[in-house]
């Protein structure tokens, strides 16, 4: 149980375009969802917290109007990249739970690549 | 701000040794902390949690243990195998439950 899915597991696009995410538990219903980054050789940094039904916390530094996130079932999260940029290049990983502080189950994590 | 941070950066080891993985953190107001398992390329895997309540947790070979007034925790891989060879990270969660923060990992290669 408590599986968390991702797609796309890889995607690359070009400079300017924009690109969406999706994050889905598969077997629970999740009431909360994060997403993260991580660069090579980085720690995840964590980008957001997104609660069903309204509208996600975002971290300190991550722009919001670059990164939206919309939580509109307690099953699927995306997270769409904006006019995506080089530097936005990196792995997308997302976690879901039944709370803030219960057990975040993570997804496979989504390879994304600006050219 | 709580930081966390993991030694040694990286490991090798032939198989059969039992080895320690350690993580510490700067904030000891923690609500619980974790240790994952990172493939390359790939998402994590959950291997151990520990409350900030609890001193240990054990799980098969792995043993992760917890001094919150330290800010220190350790994985224990005993008679480590080939197939345990990955990045490991640790993360607490803090007390509000808000941010799950992590280390950098340490990544273990265990030889045949």
């Known amino acids: 149980g408590a599986v968390v899915s991702q797609h796309p597991s890889w995607v690359i696009c070009k400079s300017g375009t924009s690109v969406k995410i999706e994050c889905r538990s598969l077997d629970f219903q999740a009431t909360t969802m994060f997403w993260y980054r991580q660069f090579p050789k980085q720690s995840l940094m964590l980008m957001a917290t997104s609660n069903e039904g309204s509208k996600a916390t975002y971290e300190q530094g991550v722009e919001k109007d670059k990164f939206l996130i919309n939580h509109a079932s307690l099953t699927l999260s995306t997270l769409t990249v904006t006019s995506a940029h080089p530097e936005d290049s990196s792995f997308y990983i997302c976690?879901?739970?039944?709370?803030?502080?219960?057990?975040?189950?993570f997804g496979p994590g989504t390879r994304l690549t600006v050219l | 701000k709580q930081e966390v941070t993991q030694i040694p950066a990286a490991l090798s080891v032939p198989e059969g040794e039992n080895l320690v993985l350690n993580c510490s953190f700067t904030d000891s107001a923690i609500y619980n902390l974790q240790w994952f398992r990172q493939d390359p390329g790939k998402g994590l895997t959950s291997l151990l949690l520990i409350q900030s309540s609890q001193r240990e947790q054990t799980s098969g070979r792995l043993n992760a243990s917890l001094d919150k007034s330290s800010g220190r925790s350790t994985l224990y891989i005993a008679a480590s195998q080939p197939g345990d060879s990955a990045t490991y990270l640790c993360?607490?969660?803090?007390?509000?439950?808000?941010?799950?923060?992590f280390g950098k990992g340490t990544t273990l290669s265990v030889s045949s």
């Open positions: 993360a607490v969660l803090n007390q509000a439950g808000t941010a799950l923060i």
């Open positions: 976690s879901a739970g039944t709370g803030a502080t219960d057990t975040q189950y």
